[in-house]
């Protein structure tokens, strides 16, 4: 009785396995052809760009057909054997083929074994390739809420914008002064954590000129949820022609922003986390009207003004508001000197500066 049940099940599974390993053919055809060109990937202007590319696609066209034949065996399912009016007794029970899970298990563990040795450890190689120090140019990034700070070799810092040579392998030493967060460049396919109290790093090989004004991927970004301002936490990034980073390196004064001079009515910009002015020159002993444009939708800021950077002596500390929106504050008189200025809500470095107080 048992052994004719079996026989009848598998003949009636026979005519739907056909259909089945057809549609799989069919639809492991589409996914590799339209995986053979595809045009999914932002722009690449790295050759570890080209390297984490390649690994994706191998990946995803051996994942196509597995996933057709899941597919397809759930819609054959689903549409021959399913009971509209719920079952009347369990189905005959069906024994497996020894032969059927030996070779499963042999398929899947090949191609285990194969994703393993590569992409993996042989792009992990690839990636890692070891360059002489003397070729290559080290890049200090520092992550704060919510900015990034950029230092170069000959000191220059940068919080606007990271230039890079074209054709010059960069190695990324990343850090963070308050919490995790992460340095993230989609055109160049590179992402590293930046901790607390340790450096990460990471490599990459630009390969072809640009800037974010055309390419929204070549920016430096933000990928761990940090907070209020993660979403505006990036900074363009700009390829040049090594000629070109030289003279813009050369051009660049490394150290604080002189001084515009001294007036008694001031107006400072905060927008993304940042102050347009990182020094700021009243004249002694006279009142001072400053007036705070925020700029930055939902975010407060205010400005403080102190004798020394630590802030344990502060003279002025403004009211704080969240933007869109300006205040407009009222110091002094103060006596002549050298103070600092900060927004207490964000006192990171690209929300500091020196607040100068000149003999009249």
């Known amino acids: 009785m048992t052994t004719g049940r079996f026989r009848r099940g598998l003949r009636a599974v026979k005519g739907p396995a056909v259909v089945a390993g057809v549609l799989w053919l069919g639809l492991t055809a589409l996914g590799e052809v339209a995986l053979w060109r595809p045009r999914f990937f932002p722009g690449r202007y790295a050759a570890e760009a080209q390297l984490v590319d390649s690994a994706f696609l191998l990946l995803a066209r051996l994942a196509v057909p597995v996933f057709a034949f899941v597919l397809s065996v759930l819609v054959v399912a689903v549409a021959r054997f399913r009971h509209r009016r719920g079952p ?15 070779l499963w298990l042999s398929l899947t563990t090949a191609l285990a074994l194969l994703v393993i040795l590569n992409p993996g450890l042989l792009g992990l190689q690839e990636l890692q390739q070891p360059v ?14 919510w900015s990034w700070a950029v230092t170069y070799p000959n000191g220059v810092t940068t919080r606007d914008e990271l230039v890079l040579p074209a054709g010059r392998r960069v190695r990324f030493e990343v850090t963070s002064t308050d919490i995790l967060h992460s340095f993230w460049i989609p055109a160049f396919r590179l992402k590293v954590d930046a901790v607390p109290g340790m450096t990460t790093v990471v490599h990459a090989t630009p390969t072809r000129v ?47 922003a002189a001084c515009a001079p001294a007036r008694a009515e001031l ?10 002015r990182s020094c700021l020159a009243v004249p002694a002993d006279t009142p001072v009207t400053l007036t705070l444009d925020n700029r930055d939708q939902g975010i407060p800021h205010n400005l ?28 002094g008189p103060l006596p002549a000197g050298t103070y600092f200025f900060r927004c207490d809500v964000h006192p990171v470095p690209a929300m500091s500066g020196t607040f100068i107080v000149e003999e009249g």
């Open 88 to 102: 009347r007794q369990d189905g005959p029970p069906l024994r497996g083929d020894p032969v059927v899970y030996s």
């Open 132 to 145: 002489g120090e003397r070729d290559e140019l080290v890049v200090r990034a520092e992550a704060s809420r």
């Open 210 to 256: 640009g800037s974010s004004d055309h390419d929204p991927a070549l920016r430096v970004q933000c990928a761990e949820l940090c907070g209020l301002g993660h979403s505006m936490m990036s900074m363009r990034v700009r390829v040049v022609d090594q000629e070109t980073f030289e003279a813009w390196l050369r051009g660049t004064t490394p150290g604080p």
């Open 267 to 276: 107006r400072i910009t905060a927008e993304r986390i940042a102050f347009d």
């Open 304 to 331: 403080s003004v102190a004798r020394d950077e630590g802030f344990t002596d502060v003279v002025f500390s403004g009211e704080i508001f969240s933007g869109p929106g300006s205040r407009t504050y009222r110091l």
